[in-house]
């Protein structure tokens, strides 16, 4: 049952991180229609302010920086989950500070605004946060599996 759980999760976020960047992976920019599709699936969660998201092939993708690097975070370990049973999420508080930190620091005008930062705080915190949610998940089904046998 984990394994499809993994499987799952691991196939589910390919789609998302395919889909916010479409001009990576699907070559359509916003200015198309599938690009025009696709932006309100993402706009619940990010707010997608263009100075704050990469751009390739002359599209901006559709999460900004960190948002990016929270699902891309997610992806990797959500990956190396499929091949590794024992990753755990025991750095979801330091990341989350991290990241809290970075976005208070940019708010409070203390440092710039960098997408490279904002990316790889949001990778920390996608690579610490996976785990914990998948833990939690696997731990639910296997209680319900056992209250069904």
């Known amino acids: ?16 991180c395919a ?5 990576l992976f699907l ?24 100075e704050r998201s990469f751009s390739a092939s002359s599209a901006d993708f559709l999460v900004c920086a960190r948002c990016s690097g929270i699902y891309i975070g997610a ?7 499929l091949f590794i049973s024992g990753v755990k999420g025991k750095y979801i508080i ?3 500070l991290l990241l809290l930190a970075d976005v208070a620091f940019t708010s409070f005008g203390i ?3 960098s997408k490279t930062f904002a990316f790889f705080t949001g990778l920390l915190f996608g690579l610490a946060l996976f785990p ?5 998940i ?8 056992d209250e069904v046998k």
Do not use: D
Request: one cysteine or more; proline letters at 4%.
């Open 138 to 145: 696997e731990n639910s089904l296997s209680k319900v599996t």
């Open 111 to 113: 440092y710039s605004y």
């Open 75 to 81: 992806l990797l370990i959500s990956f190396i989950s």
């Open 19 to 23: 889909g916010f960047s479409n001009s």
């Open 1 to 16: 049952m984990n394994r499809i759980v993994r499987i799952s999760f691991f196939l589910l976020l390919l789609i998302w």
């Open 27 to 50: 070559n359509f920019g916003e200015s198309q229609a599938a690009g025009l599709l696709l932006k309100p699936f993402y706009s619940p969660v990010c707010h997608q302010l263009h």
């Open 132 to 136: 914990y949610i998948l833990s939690s």
């Open 94 to 96: 330091p990341a989350s």
